[in-house]
C-alpha cells in the first residue's frame, strides 16, 4: 500500500502549549518563549503505523477566540484532531467541549466519527486544577483516548500522536474500503422474455 497522508487538526485555548507539542513532536524541541500562532501553521512527519507508511500532516492553530472564523476554514478534509488543554488552568479544561463540537459542526462534510485524543499538557508542574480522573470521565463519556504529557519533558508526546495516528489510519482505510465497495456495481440479470401462448 502506498504512503497514506493524514490531515491532523490541534484545537486547544491559548497558552496550552499546541505549538510547544508539535515542536517536541517533530524536533525533539522545546523553548519557553513561542509566540502564539496566528491562524494556523503546518508540520508534517512521515511515521510508521501498523505497518502502513503514513504521512501525517500537522496543522497547529491559533487559540484566541478572535481567530476562531479563521481556523474553523482549516477543518476540512481533516482525518483526526488533537484536543489539547492545561492541567494548571482549569478553563482550558472547560473549553475543551466547545473546541469539540466546533470542529464536528464545521468540518467538511461533517463527520460525527472523526478521531480525537485528549492531551492534558504541563504535568510537569506544580499547581495542578485538573484532576487525571476528572480529565479521564470526561474522555470515557465521549469514547476519546487521554494521555497526559509533557511538552517540556516530552512526556508521552510520540505516544500521544502514534494514538491518534493510528485510530485515523483505521477510519481512513474504512472509508477506502466503502467508496471500493461502493463503486462496484453488479451487473442486472438478464430478463428473458417469453412468447405468451394465445389461446383459442
Not at 55 to 69: H, N
Amino acid at each position: 500500500m502506498k504512503q497514506v497522508e493524514l490531515k491532523i487538526i490541534i484545537l486547544g485555548a491559548l497558552g496550552v502549549g499546541k505549538t510547544s507539542l508539535l515542536h517536541q513532536y517533530i524536533h525533539q524541541q522545546f523553548h519557553e518563549d513561542y509566540r502564539s500562532t496566528l491562524g494556523a501553521s503546518v508540520l508534517s512527519k512521515n511515521i510508521t503505523v501498523d505497518r502502513s507508511a503514513v504521512k501525517l500532516q500537522i496543522w497547529d492553530t491559533g487559540g484566541q477566540e478572535r481567530f476562531r472564523a479563521v481556523v474553523s476554514s482549516f477543518y476540512k478534509g481533516a482525518d483526526g484532531c488533537v484536543l489539547v488543554f492545561d492541567v494548571t488552568d482549569r478553563d482550558s479544561f472547560l473549553e475543551l467541549e466547545g473546541w469539540r463540537q466546533d470542529i464536528l459542526e464545521k468540518s467538511h462534510p461533517p463527520d460525527p466519527s472523526l478521531p480525537f485524543v485528549v492531551l492534558g499538557n504541563k504535568i510537569d508542574m506544580e499547581e495542578r486544577q485538573v484532576t487525571r480522573s476528572e480529565a479521564l470521565s470526561w474522555c470515557e463519556d465521549r469514547h476519546i483516548p487521554c494521555l497526559e504529557v509533557s511538552a517540556k519533558n516530552n512526556i508521552n508526546v510520540e505516544q500521544a500522536f502514534q494514538t491518534l495516528a493510528k485510530h485515523a489510519l483505521i477510519k481512513y482505510k474504512e472509508g477506502l474500503m466503502s467508496c471500493m465497495t461502493d463503486s462496484i456495481k453488479l451487473k442486472p440479470d438478464k430478463v428473458v422474455k417469453k412468447n405468451k401462448k394465445c389461446c383459442s
